[in-house]
């Protein structure tokens, strides 16, 4: 079973541009989440979504936005990027919201100049 | 408020030889799940072990353990017979049942020296 995949793995965007990040969960899996992983932050919760709808949100600003497909596929989208969103986003896919265990894909590496 | 700490930036361990890495954590709900996750340099994040806060055992996978004191609010990693591939960051984190959040350690960096 493939495991959860997330495109483009690496993007370079400069400050006032939008981005869009894409996330495949594990076939099966209804519950995407993502997160956002820095130095100084560490690994921060942005929000879940669970038959394409939000379950849960982080304390992020409104820029941070996202939805899932109804084939459980994630977007997640930065509006006005700035220096500080530059991170490495993950995105985990459970079988069920709530579920115990997470599965992680292998991140974006976002870099904003 | 919900918060994991782990106080150990960095730790070395020898060899085939055990390590332990602390994880504490707090929180005011009953149940909860307690998890640990390795990060390679690669980035991903992968799944090593579960404990339910009402779990009476502690939980083992292969060559990991997960020491849980629930008095103390512990609930530690114990890596046997290390092996230089687990090299990596370690996570601590815990879920609350009652939402749906992982909330996630700062992490600590292990090195498996030869």
């Known amino acids: 079973k493939a495991g959860v995949t997330q495109t483009p793995r690496y993007l370079i965007k400069t400050r006032g541009q939008q981005v869009t990040l894409s996330c495949s969960p594990i076939s099966g899996h209804r519950s995407v989440s993502w997160y956002q992983q820095t130095p100084g932050q560490g690994l921060q919760f942005l929000f879940e979504?669970?038959?394409?709808?939000?379950?849960n949100k982080g304390n992020f600003p409104g820029r941070f936005s996202g939805r899932q497909f109804s084939n459980s596929r994630s977007e997640m989208n930065v509006s006005t990027l700035e220096l500080g969103d530059s991170a490495l986003y993950l995105c985990?896919?459970?079988?069920?919201?709530?579920?115990?265990?997470?599965?992680f894909g292998p991140g974006t590496r976002l870099t904003v100049t | 408020a919900q918060k994991i700490t782990q106080t150990q930036p960095g730790m070395f361990v020898q060899e085939k030889e055990a390590v332990t890495l602390d994880c504490t954590y707090d929180?005011?709900?009953?149940?909860?799940?307690l998890f640990w996750y390795k990060q390679p340099s690669s980035g991903e994040m992968i799944f090593l072990i579960y404990q339910g806060s009402y779990d009476q055992q502690n939980a083992t996978e292969g060559r990991y353990s997960l020491n849980f004191q629930k008095a103390r609010k512990s609930a530690n990693l114990v890596i046997s017979a290390s092996q230089l591939g687990d090299s990596a960051m370690y996570f601590c984190a815990m879920r609350p049942n009652t939402g749906n959040q992982f909330y996630f350690g700062t992490g600590t960096s292990l090195t498996v020296i030869p």
């Open positions: 929180t005011s709900d009953p149940s909860y799940g």
């Open positions: 979504y669970f038959s394409e709808t939000q379950r």
């Open positions: 985990a896919s459970s079988p069920l919201a709530g579920a115990y265990e997470q599965y």
